[in-house]
């Protein structure tokens, strides 16, 4: 029930195409489900989070859409580009409780020129 | 990198040495953690620290001991490495068990 499955492994995108990243989760109590992105040799970093008050986040081209029944989330990048290569996690936690932070695997984005 | 550093930044060593990697915050977040990053296998979490002298185990921690004497510091350390243990390793620090974590810049670990 803690687990956060992360789908594709890897994707491949054309310049001005748009990237979809998806997560599904088992435990209904999650309330918080922040993105991280990660850049070759850096540390992940905090990129988009949305709380499941909301079906949509929208920060520039990144765009959490969330759907409490079915109990999934995804990240979408609009008109991605090769900058946005990178390694992507989504995670899951419960704010307040005593739950750590339930990351996904991965999701290596290569953006073709 | 939200205030954390961590040292060394690469490190090549060989099979059976004792290996300390440190991190340090400067936000004086409660706490702290140790993941170790392999290909396929994404961020896995090997210990955390909920405060001074308190830590706790992750899903890979044999092989594996931390320290947290001060608030701003967070030793791992590998007693005995063993090519198995080669991987990027993580520190990262949090408000809160369930907040948002920040992560510093990593650890390349080499074992020969």
């Known amino acids: 029930q803690q687990q956060v499955k992360q789908s594709p492994q890897s994707l491949i995108v054309q310049k001005g195409g748009i990237s979809i990243i998806n997560c599904a989760y088992e435990?209904?109590?999650?309330?918080?489900f922040p993105w991280y992105q990660q850049f070759p040799g850096k540390g992940p970093a905090l990129l988009i989070a949305i709380r499941p008050d909301v079906s949509e986040k929208k920060e520039g081209r990144f765009t959490i859409s969330f759907n409490k029944s079915a109990k999934q989330f995804s990240l979408h990048i609009m008109d991605s580009q090769p900058g946005d290569s990178a390694t992507y996690f989504c995670?899951?936690?419960?704010?307040?409780?005593?739950?750590?932070?339930?990351f996904g695997t991965g999701t290596l984005l290569a953006v073709q020129p | 990198d939200a205030g954390i550093t961590q040292s060394p930044r690469h490190k090549v060593t060989e099979t059976g040495t004792p290996v300390t990697l440190r991190c340090h915050q400067t936000?004086?977040?409660?706490?702290m953690y140790w993941y170790r990053q392999d290909p396929g296998h994404g961020l896995r979490l090997i210990h955390y620290s909920y405060g001074v002298k308190d830590t706790d185990k992750g899903e890979v921690s044999d092989g594996y001991s931390v320290s947290r004497s001060k608030t701003e510091d967070f030793l791992l350390t590998l007693e005995s490495a063993t090519s198995s243990q080669t991987s990027v390793y993580f520190c990262a620090i949090s408000e809160g068990l369930a907040d948002t974590q920040y992560f510093g810049p990593g650890t390349r670990l080499t074992v020969l």
């Open positions: 995670a899951a936690s419960i704010r307040g409780a005593t739950n750590k932070l339930i």
């Open positions: 936000e004086n977040h409660r706490y």
């Open positions: 435990n209904t109590a999650f309330d918080y």
